[in-house]
């Protein structure tokens, strides 16, 4: 077979339950010449079943199997197969719009500077189907626009030159949370590849109780020793903007605790949050102060705060 013009990485672990879908996306993308390898991290449901049975009917899908070693060991051994000069990753519990794969790579044979790009994503309920919020377009990335609240959201949303994982290496074994932060902040610091955002909602990523239901201490656990990997690469952050990145980080925990239902686990994040970024209050006030808000009515009865709505 000729050389594809794009590879498609997916990790696959235990999601029998979403995977047929996402490979659909992948079918369904204009782009026609792309090859979709599919790594199954040691799942003991049938994703792995399900996932051959449909390569049986597209040879541009290969499957491969290692026992489980996380979702990074998975997308760098889909790395080491791929073949094309472009490498785009998607989990297999979200989906693709069925544009973005031939507009990324066009983009890229435009912009011979740009090393990743990503899109805006949808957040959508994984049960119901029904939209969420939409991420912000950032045009361009920086080492500093990477920290905090990531706008590039989920690794699902990152597509590269081949050449750039060759540059800075693959994605890191060690991290449990924010390996994609980690790897896009090296990159930056590498100062050879720019980082650039589609002002398009290609990417939809599926979200509910379930994927919500990670430990939020190894998450944060996880980002921490991201941010401390951040000061040794040289990318260029100031004390300052390294503070301010915690302030967003944690409100991003507190929000996920109260959708878990967790405001004690939830006050704990906003406080640390504004401890060591006091300045967050004053920067982005609607959204933090709406998160206070969600605290303090969550430990009000549900009748209190229906008789408080319908005032």
């Not at 790009?117 to 377009?137: I, K, N, Q, Y």
């Not at 979200?207 to 260029?236: C, F, H, I, P, V």
């Not at 300045?279 to 009000?300: D, K, Q, Y």
Request: net charge neutral; glycine share 6%; hydrophobic share 45%.
């Amino acid at each position: 077979m000729p050389q594809p013009s794009a590879s498609v990485v997916m990790p696959a672990y235990n999601c029998a339950g979403t995977i047929a879908a996402s490979i659909r996306s992948v079918t369904a993308q204009t782009l026609k010449d792309w090859e979709l390898i599919i790594v199954d991290d040691g799942s003991s449901d049938d994703t792995l079943l399900l996932a051959k049975s449909i390569a049986l009917r597209d040879r541009r899908i290969r499957i491969v199997s290692q026992q489980n070693a996380g979702p990074s060991a998975a997308r760098n051994q889909g790395i080491a197969l791929a073949s094309a000069p472009i490498i785009a990753f998607l989990d297999a519990d979200d989906l693709w719009a069925p544009e973005r794969l031939a507009a990324i790579v066009e983009r890229f044979s435009e912009e011979p500077e740009t090393g990743v790009l990503f899109t805006r994503v949808r957040f959508v309920d994984e049960h119901s189907g029904a939209p969420g919020r939409l991420s912000d377009h950032v045009a361009r990335l920086s080492a500093e626009t990477l920290l905090g609240e990531n706008p590039v959201c989920t690794t699902s949303n990152i597509a590269c030159r081949a050449e750039v994982m060759r540059d800075v290496g693959l994605f890191s074994h060690g991290l449990n949370f924010a390996e994609d932060q980690e790897w896009l902040l090296r990159v930056a610091a590498s100062g050879r590849w720019a980082i650039c955002g589609i002002d398009e909602e290609w990417l939809f990523y599926r979200s509910g109780a379930q994927s919500q239901s990670a430990d939020l201490n190894a998450m944060r656990l996880g980002w921490l020793t991201m941010m401390e990997r951040a000061k040794d690469y040289g990318a260029g952050l100031s004390p300052r903007s390294v503070r301010r990145a915690y302030g967003p980080f944690y409100r991003y925990l507190a929000r996920r605790a109260l959708r878990l239902r967790r405001p004690l686990q939830s006050f704990d994040f906003l406080a640390r949050g504004l401890v060591a970024d006091p300045g967050l209050l004053l920067r982005e006030p609607r959204r933090t102060v709406l998160t206070a808000l969600g605290i303090c009515l969550s430990f009000l009865p549900s009748n209190t705060i229906r008789g408080l709505v319908e005032k």
